[in-house]
């Protein structure tokens, strides 16, 4: 069954340094995600990608953060200058385009904890 | 904005009990519902989804959940929890219109099985 699938498993970063996160979505998926889960919170929406632009973002996706897609399979968020509140658990997800009934759901990958020291 | 609330932080049964995680949204209209699982190391699994029709959903590993519009809940349920069940459960909920929803996740629910 296809897969989201998400690199590095565990990202330990200083603070003030970059990361990028990689995420391989479902190979015939069109729309991406990313949503990141500090410990013991809710998972919060960052930001969506359709057609090779940003088509929604939340107030927490500051000029800090970015997004690329810069092949046809990897999907990327980057973080310019960590800080220590950026620590979490960040998930991609990608979505098939939209169609009514089952198909409008996200498929999640195994998530990429990031911690900032 | 639509919300949702897990009332339950963390639930612990023994195995072979039933089981009922409790989901109470906030929308103004009817939603998109999902219960999603996830097992340690693991990313988000859809478990079930609530879209139209029967409000009796019914998902996969022997869940269910039942949508009830004057409750403003989508309780997940299951007659007989087995050990593997022990995870993380997060009801969210979807706005409907659009070609790009947005689900709004529940802060989840922690289940513990006991053997």
């Known amino acids: 069954e296809p897969e989201v699938t998400q690199t590095p498993s565990h990202q330990v970063t200083q603070m003030g340094q970059e990361v990028i996160l990689h995420c391989v979505p479902i190979s015939n998926h069109l729309y991406f995600y990313w949503y990141r889960q500090i410990l013991g919170q809710k998972v919060e929406f960052l930001v969506s990608?359709?057609?090779?632009?940003?088509?929604?973002k939340s107030e927490i996706f500051d000029d800090q953060f970015s997004v690329e897609r810069p092949d046809g399979s990897n999907f990327t968020l980057k973080i310019r200058s960590t800080k220590l509140e950026d620590s979490a658990m960040y998930f991609c997800a990608s979505r098939q385009i939209g169609l009514a009934g089952g198909r409008n759901e996200q498929f999640f990958g195994p998530g990429t904890r990031l911690t900032v020291l | 904005a639509q919300s949702v609330t897990q009332p339950d932080i963390h639930i612990t049964v023994s195995e072979g009990a039933s089981l009922e995680l409790r989901c109470n949204y906030s929308y103004g209209a009817t939603p998109y519902l999902f219960w999603y699982v996830q097992s340690p190391g693991q990313g988000l699994q859809l478990l079930l989804k609530?879209?139209?029709?029967?409000?009796l959903v019914q998902g996969i590993k022997g869940f269910e959940a039942e949508f009830k519009r004057s409750q403003s809940s989508f309780n997940l349920r299951k007659p007989s929890v087995h050990w593997s069940d022990a995870a993380e459960y997060f009801c969210?909920?979807?706005?409907?219109?659009?070609?790009?929803?947005?689900?709004?996740f529940g802060r989840g629910t922690s289940l513990i099985v006991h053997p």
């Open positions: 990608f359709y057609n090779n632009e940003i088509s929604e």
């Open positions: 609530y879209f139209s029709g029967d409000t």
């Open positions: 969210a909920v979807g706005a409907r219109g659009g070609g790009s929803y947005i689900p709004t």
